[in-house]
């Protein structure tokens, strides 16, 4: 299994940005489509966006598209999420999540939190 550590999440305003970084370890990132989930408090965890192994396929949850953007390099097993115009029902923790194949997220990170105020 890959594990998986994510980072740059933080408190900013409404309409600023944020980067969070997954990063792996134990095995090559570049075999996986990895996927970032968010959950808000009280809500259902939720696929806000994907990128397949090669970053070639990428998915957005109508919530974000045109606001967030994944990308990966697989050189140094990573991949990332540029979050734009970042409003406050964005607020949530991240999580980033590795698909061994077939939808199967089995290798997740622990979270960040971001949270973005009014």
């Known amino acids: 299994q890959v594990q998986l550590v994510e980072s740059g999440g933080g408190l900013v305003q409404a309409g600023g940005s944020l980067m969070l970084s997954c990063a792996a370890s134990?095995?090559?990132?570049?075999?996986?489509?990895v996927g970032w989930f968010r959950q808000a408090l009280g809500k259902e965890r939720e696929l806000a966006a994907r990128?397949?192994?090669?970053?070639?396929?990428?998915y957005y949850a109508d919530s974000v598209k045109g606001r967030f953007s994944v990308s990966r390099d697989n050189s140094v097993n990573m991949v990332y999420l540029q979050m734009n115009s970042l409003q406050p029902e964005d607020t949530a923790i991240y999580f980033c999540?590795?698909?061994?194949?077939?939808?199967?997220?089995?290798?997740w990170g622990r979270g960040t939190q971001v949270t973005v105020s009014s």
């Open positions: 999540a590795a698909d061994s194949g077939a939808g199967r997220y089995d290798s």
């Open positions: 134990g095995r090559s990132l570049s075999n996986y489509a």
């Open positions: 990128i397949n192994w090669g970053g070639g396929v990428k």
